[in-house]
């Protein structure tokens, strides 16, 4: 079965500050993969995927994330973040079509002044 | 782009009633759409995907006859809570599937409490 674990409930970092948010996924083949941001009483907006080529893929608001097979992982960075990013981050695993999404518990990050 | 709408935003009724939440594409055809709750601090939970013209295949706990889903159309959806309770309060999202572009959106969501 697939399933998504995001390790960090809550992480908080300074305005500025370089950011990675984890992720870990389990899937019997070969993984279609998503980080959204959610901010709070919205629906989801989607910051990046992968689907194949190159593991280090880009997305909005300069965020990237890197899949890593060897670790069954697909962290999300951003290497200075400002106070608008605060919000709650979801990865999840889908499969060919991504169609069947499962979410990770979400990662909720505060910026700090 | 591509603009996945959900009506109500919002909505509040008694214990006991049945809400019916629209979710539609609107510049796509969208054969198969799914459904999610997420309660409070929580994540999405998947409840059931919905093909247009065919039944809608639902996840395992989640109740068909309490939660009817139509897909009528290729850019409709509904998703009617019946004899709601307080416990159905929650965030209900929908996904649509634009196959031809290989793309999914989400709606905004409705906010659904139950008195």
């Known amino acids: 079965a697939q399933s998504v674990t995001q390790p960090d409930i809550h992480i908080t970092v300074s305005e500025g500050a370089s950011l990675e948010l984890r992720c870990n996924y389990s899937y019997g083949a070969t993984p279609y993969l998503f980080w959204y941001v959610q901010s709070p009483g919205q629906g989801l907006q989607l910051l990046l995927k992968y689907f194949s080529g190159d593991t280090l893929v880009q997305g909005i608001k300069g965020f990237e994330a890197e899949f890593k097979r060897s670790q069954s992982s697909f962290n999300l960075r951003k290497p200075s973040v400002h106070w608008s990013d605060a919000a709650e981050y979801f990865c999840?695993?889908?499969?060919?079509?991504?169609?069947?999404?499962?979410f990770g518990q979400g990662t909720r990050l505060t910026i700090n002044p | 782009g591509a603009v996945v709408s959900q009506h109500p935003s919002w909505v509040i009724c008694k214990s006991g009633t049945s809400v019916k939440i629209e979710c539609r594409s609107l510049d796509f055809q969208a054969t198969t759409m799914f459904w999610y709750r997420q309660f409070p601090k929580q994540s999405l939970m998947l409840m059931a995907t919905s093909n247009e013209g065919s039944k809608a295949t639902y996840e395992q706990g989640v109740e068909k006859d309490k939660f009817l889903i139509n897909h009528a159309s290729l850019t409709l959806s509904t998703l009617t809570v019946t004899s709601a309770h307080p416990e159905d309060s929650s965030f209900y999202i929908c996904r649509a599937e634009d196959r031809g572009a290989n793309e999914q959106f989400f709606g905004p969501g409705t906010r659904l409490t139950v008195l």
């Open positions: 999840a695993v889908g499969g060919q079509g991504a169609q069947k999404l499962v």
